[in-house]
């Protein structure tokens, strides 16, 4: 629901959010209520000791303090605890219980300073037990003082001034309709900046210069343009996350496992599963080496960091007249540990990292006669900011029919490499050693966007080339690009892996069932976050609990509903009414993964035991399998470069039982 008013302002916040924090500090009062009624019990009239005076006021004061505050919480408490997401009609007396609490840490503050001048200048003499109790008791409030400080910073927001929204008069004139437009302009530039100065204190290590500056504006305007139209806080979100995961589950519990759909081939040249999937296993080597030491020491918690050890304390670089950005050397030899390579194997490597520029090596392979280059994905805040530049950027190919168009950071990213590869003659260097051999790019997330982007770059001059993309991002190229790139680039996902599914269409959906399903739920909040809670951490059947308006039992309502329509500041040009899935609307443009799509899944029932061996499948897929995100832990660890580079290396030694054979023998494949 929408932030919590208070103090005239809106925070980001809301009204149901209080029942965790809130039943914490009960706790932590009741305790020290307790202890402070067992202190004076046990040593009224005995204070022999300076200040006894100070103390007996201290603790009686204390002792009635914390009383009403434990009153006043529990109040909190058990009005936050009302209503559900969208009907706060029972909690309308919240931001009244706030102000009495927030009125008694004035009495509280007083008494934590009355309690430090009396540990500091009148407990001489006192009993040892007495004085550690009050210590503790004044240590107690100055953390909770200090931890409500930052609470309060956590959840401000800058944007929360009270909207003032013009009233339109009747009939509605040219004049208004300027007033009103003139008013989201400048509310919409508030926000722009906001988010600004929200990255650049997250980015507060990077140089501000004018063209980190534009890619701040930029990101910014991106976020705020995907935030503004809903009046949601963070935990109205993980709410909706934790109910979706479930209603996901329960609709794959409940499909048909035999249902197969007929499936026309991505591309007329069609290779063996096995093969590529033996192809894909040992370039994945090559992308998760690009990460260097970082993933290495990862992978290798017990011996790596002896391995590299040696190599990093003694500096070699001088050695390495090919290695670029690796000062201590560490980069390259965990690449050289990885990959098995020789030294003299290496044309060029680059550890240099910008934003739009990302660290890339180029070798050459004899066991596959293969001239790779390897890019790698996300690894700092300057790759981040790369991944966040999600505009559209033109990018013309010669041949192409269709709109041309690309993610504009990978883009900049992928021009980079083009630009050092062709302009510094790596590449001709490169050949002129292996002249016979084939040219192979590779890379992981952002690695592989940038690889396949680099890979339709080259492709002209490389007719040969080959692209293996390992959970590249899913808003990477528009469809005449995917389509073209279907004959050189083949893509390996892995699971419920999010960034082959990440895109800002796919995101606008994600918020839309998100509102869809939190408006909907009967459930409060809390309610829903611990049945989410248990269910991540120990399984079970999903939540059955009605989450359709139809479903609906209104005599259990006493207060008027606030839909969907109540979490909507504004309607944007991708929201669309929960009730009407399949009604069209505008939406941005779509970017889709690029090549073909090979995608690995778990053999078996989704849930198992952490000791237990796990089984993979591989099976061709198409674009449209991607258009959605799945929620479940696994969207994360599924994208991992260890956990992708174990699911390959277990098909390749197992593919007799986990392959597909039907997958294009016969035409048909597997609804994913």
């Given at each position: 629901?929408?932030?919590?008013?208070?103090?005239?302002?809106r925070?980001?916040i809301?009204?149901?959010?209080?029942?965790?924090?809130g039943?914490?500090e009960?706790?932590?009062?009741?305790?020290?209520?307790?202890?402070t009624?067992?202190?004076?019990?046990?040593?009224?009239?005995?204070f022999?000791?300076?200040?006894?005076?100070?103390?007996?006021?201290?603790?009686?004061?204390?002792?009635?303090?914390l009383?009403?505050?434990?009153?006043?919480?529990?109040a909190?408490?058990?009005?936050?605890?009302q209503?559900?997401?969208t009907?706060?009609?029972?909690?309308?007396?919240?931001?009244?219980?706030?102000?009495v609490?927030?009125?008694?840490?004035?009495?509280?503050?007083?008494?934590?300073?009355?309690?430090?001048?009396?540990?500091?200048?009148?407990?001489?003499?006192?009993?040892?037990?007495?004085?550690?109790?009050?210590?503790?008791?004044?240590?107690?409030?100055?953390?909770?003082?200090?931890?409500?400080?930052?609470?309060?910073?956590?959840?401000?927001?800058?944007?929360?001034?009270?909207?003032?929204?013009?009233?339109?008069?009747?009939?509605?004139?040219?004049?208004?309709?300027?007033?009103?437009?003139?008013?989201?302009?400048?509310?919409?530039?508030?926000?722009?900046?906001?988010?600004?100065?929200?990255?650049?204190?997250?980015?507060?290590?990077?140089?501000?210069?004018?063209?980190?500056?534009?890619?701040?504006?930029?990101?910014?305007?991106?976020?705020?343009?995907?935030?503004?139209?809903?009046?949601?806080?963070?935990?109205?979100?993980?709410?909706g996350?934790?109910?979706?995961?479930?209603?996901?589950?329960?609709?794959?519990?409940?499909?048909?496992?035999?249902?197969?759909?007929?499936?026309?081939?991505?591309?007329?040249?069609?290779?063996?599963?096995?093969?590529?999937?033996?192809?894909?296993?040992?370039?994945?080597?090559?992308?998760?080496?690009?990460?260097?030491?970082?993933?290495?020491?990862?992978?290798?918690?017990?011996?790596g960091?002896?391995?590299l050890?040696?190599?990093?304390?003694?500096s070699?670089?001088?050695?390495?007249?090919?290695?670029?950005?690796?000062?201590?050397?560490?980069h390259?030899?965990s690449?050289?540990?990885?990959?098995?390579?020789?030294?003299?194997?290496f044309?060029?490597?680059?550890?240099?990292?910008?934003?739009?520029?990302?660290?890339?090596?180029?070798?050459?392979?004899?066991?596959?006669?293969?001239?790779?280059?390897?890019?790698?994905?996300?690894?700092?805040?300057?790759?981040?900011?790369?991944?966040?530049?999600?505009?559209?950027e033109?990018?013309?190919?010669?041949?192409?029919?269709?709109?041309?168009?690309?993610?504009?950071?990978?883009?900049?990213?992928a021009?980079?490499?083009?630009?050092?590869?062709?302009?510094?003659?790596?590449?001709?260097?490169?050949?002129?050693?292996?002249?016979?051999?084939?040219?192979?790019?590779?890379g992981?997330?952002l690695?592989?966007?940038?690889?396949a982007?680099l890979?339709?770059?080259?492709?002209?001059?490389?007719?040969?080339?080959?692209?293996?993309?390992?959970?590249?991002?899913?808003?990477?190229?528009?469809?005449?690009?995917?389509?073209?790139?279907?004959d050189?680039?083949?893509?390996?996902?892995?699971?419920?892996?999010?960034?082959?599914?990440?895109?800002?269409?796919?995101?606008?959906?994600?918020?839309?069932?998100?509102?869809?399903?939190?408006?909907?739920?009967?459930?409060?909040?809390?309610?829903?976050?611990?049945?989410?809670?248990?269910?991540e951490?120990?399984?079970?059947?999903?939540d059955?609990?009605?989450?359709?308006?139809?479903?609906?039992?209104?005599?259990?309502?006493?207060?008027?509903?606030?839909?969907?329509?109540?979490?909507?500041?504004?309607?944007?040009?991708?929201?669309?009414?929960?009730?009407?899935?399949?009604?069209?609307?505008?939406?941005p443009?779509?970017?889709?993964?690029p090549?073909?799509?090979?995608?690995?899944?778990?053999?078996?029932?989704?849930?198992?035991?952490?000791?237990s061996?796990?089984?993979?499948?591989?099976?061709w897929?198409?674009?449209?399998?991607?258009?959605?995100?799945?929620?479940?832990?696994?969207?994360?660890?599924?994208?991992?470069?260890?956990?992708?580079l174990?699911?390959?290396?277990?098909l390749?030694?197992?593919?007799?039982?986990?392959?597909?054979?039907?997958?294009?023998?016969?035409?048909?494949?597997?609804?994913?």
């Amino acid at each position: 629901m929408p932030g919590m008013v208070v103090f005239g302002r809106r925070w980001g916040i809301a009204s149901d959010d209080l029942v965790f924090p809130g039943s914490f500090e009960l706790f932590i009062r009741v305790l020290w209520w307790i202890g402070t009624m067992i202190l004076y019990t046990h040593h009224r009239g005995h204070f022999d000791c300076n200040g006894r005076g100070v103390l007996n006021t201290y603790l009686i004061g204390l002792f009635v303090v914390l009383g009403l505050i434990i009153l006043s919480l529990w109040a909190i408490v058990f009005v936050s605890a009302q209503g559900t997401i969208t009907n706060p009609g029972r909690r309308r007396s919240m931001p009244a219980l706030v102000y009495v609490r927030a009125i008694l840490y004035i009495p509280e503050l007083v008494w934590a300073c009355l309690g430090t001048v009396w540990v500091s200048e009148d407990s001489k003499g006192c009993d040892l037990a007495t004085v550690g109790s009050v210590i503790a008791a004044v240590i107690a409030s100055w953390i909770i003082l200090l931890f409500t400080a930052v609470g309060v910073v956590i959840v401000f927001d800058p944007l929360g001034s009270p909207r003032r929204q013009p009233a339109p008069l009747e009939p509605l004139g040219v004049r208004d309709m300027q007033t009103t437009n003139q008013f989201f302009s400048i509310a919409r530039s508030m926000a722009d900046k906001v988010w600004e100065c929200r990255l650049r204190l997250m980015c507060c290590c990077l140089p501000q210069d004018e063209s980190n500056r534009a890619v701040f504006s930029s990101i910014g305007k991106l976020l705020s343009g995907f935030f503004s139209d809903t009046d949601l806080v963070p935990s109205d979100i993980a709410a909706g996350l934790a109910l979706l995961h479930q209603d996901q589950d329960k609709k794959e519990q409940s499909r048909d496992p035999d249902t197969i759909v007929v499936h026309s081939p991505s591309s007329p040249i069609e290779e063996d599963l096995e093969a590529e999937l033996e192809k894909a296993a040992h370039w994945m080597l090559f992308a998760a080496a690009a990460y260097g030491w970082p993933l290495y020491v990862y992978s290798n918690p017990l011996t790596g960091p002896c391995k590299l050890s040696g190599d990093c304390c003694g500096s070699r670089t001088d050695e390495y007249d090919t290695v670029g950005g690796d000062n201590s050397g560490c980069h390259f030899s965990s690449v050289l540990l990885t990959t098995g390579l020789q030294y003299r194997d290496f044309i060029h490597v680059s550890f240099h990292n910008q934003i739009y520029e990302i660290p890339f090596f180029v070798a050459l392979d004899h066991k596959r006669e293969a001239v790779l280059v390897a890019v790698r994905g996300t690894l700092s805040l300057k790759d981040v900011l790369t991944d966040l530049s999600a505009e559209c950027e033109d990018m013309p190919i010669e041949g192409v029919s269709g709109a041309c168009f690309a993610h504009k950071g990978i883009c900049q990213a992928a021009t980079y490499v083009y630009k050092k590869l062709i302009n510094d003659g790596i590449l001709n260097q490169a050949f002129a050693v292996a002249p016979e051999y084939n040219l192979v790019v590779t890379g992981h997330s952002l690695g592989a966007g940038t690889a396949a982007l680099l890979a339709v770059l080259l492709r002209s001059s490389y007719p040969t080339l080959q692209c293996y993309s390992f959970s590249p991002p899913g808003g990477l190229m528009s469809q005449a690009l995917s389509d073209y790139s279907k004959d050189f680039v083949v893509s390996i996902v892995l699971g419920k892996d999010l960034v082959p599914r990440l895109s800002i269409p796919n995101m606008e959906d994600l918020k839309r069932k998100i509102l869809k399903i939190v408006s909907n739920c009967n459930k409060p909040k809390y309610l829903i976050l611990l049945q989410g809670l248990w269910y991540e951490l120990f399984g079970g059947s999903p939540d059955d609990a009605p989450t359709e308006m139809d479903n609906r039992r209104e005599q259990q309502l006493s207060e008027p509903l606030l839909g969907e329509e109540s979490l909507v500041i504004r309607h944007s040009s991708s929201y669309q009414s929960v009730g009407s899935d399949d009604s069209p609307v505008h939406k941005p443009a779509q970017l889709f993964p690029p090549g073909r799509v090979l995608h690995i899944t778990e053999d078996g029932p989704s849930r198992r035991s952490c000791f237990s061996q796990v089984r993979y499948r591989a099976e061709w897929s198409d674009q449209m399998s991607f258009r959605s995100i799945l929620i479940s832990p696994q969207m994360l660890t599924d994208h991992m470069p260890d956990v992708v580079l174990g699911a390959l290396n277990s098909l390749a030694t197992e593919r007799p039982f986990s392959i597909c054979p039907s997958s294009f023998n016969n035409g048909q494949q597997h609804n994913i």
